[in-house]
């Protein structure tokens, strides 16, 4: 999947509603189209998304963020030890 233009450069995206993070290299694009389509979120006075630096798993971890299906592709063949 290409990375969409807002996250070109960051791997990993989070979805601040949830508290699960996505890895937008390894996931279903359905997933990241459907999180990115959401403007504005009122409870979050902000988008429904956001992004980490560094722009590794560690860190969103330490954000108390939770990785979708484990390593955060939802898929469990997935190496993402490669940041």
């Known amino acids: 999947m290409d990375r969409p233009s807002k ?3 960051n791997r990993w995206v989070g979805d601040r509603r949830t508290q699960v993070v996505y890895d937008i290299d390894n996931v279903d694009e359905d997933v990241v189209a459907d999180l990115l ?3 504005w979120d009122a409870k979050l006075r902000g988008p429904a998304y956001t992004c980490f ?3 590794t798993l560690v860190e969103a ?7 979708y299906a484990g390593n ?3 898929k469990p063949d997935v190496d993402t030890s490669a940041a």
């Open 53 to 55: 630096g560094p722009d």
């Open 72 to 74: 955060g592709s939802g």
């Open 7 to 9: 996250f070109e450069h």
């Open 61 to 67: 971890r330490n954000r108390g963020y939770k990785a």
């Open 37 to 39: 389509s959401t403007d």
